[in-house]
């Protein structure tokens, strides 16, 4: 049996998803023997920059296409466009074509199943703190680059972009803002510590238990035989048709 | 750039080692946009059943041969031949000859380097503590169906056929035994728990910075441009090369 691969496209926060009780780790311990998971986060990127990706992450002549692909940006392009994170920032509009764009890609690159995730919410005492270690004090650092007002409108384009286009969307935006103290979850007032990287695994795994029964570890098939049904005798005879 | 796999092959060990603090998610986090870790572990399986899965699990013909394979297996063959793990008991010499037919056929596949972990040690009152609890009490749970001595047999072994290779080899028998108190390490006298899972990935990242230096992350290549170098005017100038 060719294992099939669930692919996680994103930026810091999918490529941080490793790190202790993060979802990328989750999700390959949950899937173990039944699914690869594929790390393709990239930090700092926003959608301008990751479509430019797509046709290598996602090559559209894939001998074995995605079976899920997690999308899950907009931090980077919620950055305000006239403060520090300038750079990265994308507008909601041109950020909602973007989302669309890779979905699109991502389908007919064979994707099974694309699954958006909304950006999480910003804690913005947080990020003016975090600026401040990071670059001193100044005007520029004395106020927020993101703010969770604005990170809640990219978290809506980005369940508009998911409805339009039949996709699920784990709203990570609501989700993580329905635990009490849940400015406790972010270690910089963006990225997940440990406690936040749990979270985001339960959401997730919950999530795909809920919208994608299909996708339930329970419902897909081990690779190879469990080492409990390989006959003593004749191990080759339990390999057969694997 | 096609980014380059580590493939982590084994029993129970590497397959539970994405759980909290484990190698395979600690590795994947270490090569972020550097390397692809696959997971491949075969829980209960020995190198018997594990030869029986390499044509498949390492095609000969593959198009991305495997940078780096952790071959980890023994754990399994070490159960004792007249008592409740038997029918996962492989002798010792045959053993050898297994992992080393592994090794062997890794290459064949492309494996650029191949590196052997031993089995770690066992706990003996753990091991009858877990298996009465599991079987009930009864004169075959009275007796660990492990020992940390023969154990140490099949790490002596393996360690035999690294040499005979030319491939390096991690002794976690005996790395592990140098923490004090390191039967508080495992959860059953065999698995490990949390503390034990973050010992194994130091010492198995520690290894590969001393003993495959051209391994180290930070000697291998980020895919794709940082976020910071990327062009903010031209953008698509600066994948043109990757």
């Known amino acids: 049996m060719l294992r099939p691969r669930f692919v996680l496209f994103g930026d810091s926060l999918t490529q941080r998803s490793f790190e202790d009780g993060g979802f990328g780790a989750g999700l390959t311990s949950a899937y173990q023997r039944k699914a690869d998971v594929v790390l393709r986060g990239y930090s700092g990127y926003n959608t301008r920059w990751a479509r430019l990706l797509l046709l290598k992450v996602f090559p559209v002549s894939s001998l074995v296409p995605a079976k899920l692909v997690t ?21 909601v509009k041109e950020y909602s074509d973007n989302l669309r764009a890779i979905v ?26 975090h600026n401040r270690e990071e670059r001193g004090a100044a005007p520029s650092t004395e106020v927020p680059e993101r703010t969770n007002a604005v990170a809640e409108q990219y978290a809506a384009a980005a369940k508009r972009v998911g409805q339009a286009l039949d996709a699920p969307v784990l709203d990570l935006w609501t989700a993580l803002q329905r635990e009490p103290g849940w400015e406790a979850l972010l270690s910089d007032g963006l990225h997940f510590n440990e406690a936040g990287q749990r979270a985001v695994r339960e959401a997730l795994l919950s999530f795909i238990a809920e919208r994608l029964p299909h996708l339930r570890p329970d419902a897909m098939p081990d690779d190879f035989p469990s080492h409990r049904d390989i006959d003593e005798a004749c191990p080759a005879d339990s390999f057969a048709e694997s």
């Open 104 to 129: 699109e890609h991502v389908r007919r690159a064979g994707a099974e199943d694309v699954l958006l995730i909304t950006p999480g919410p910003v804690h913005e005492p947080a990020r003016v703190q």
């Open 71 to 91: 999308v899950f940006f907009g931090a980077n392009d919620a950055a305000l466009p006239d403060r520090l994170g300038a750079r990265q920032h994308v507008p």
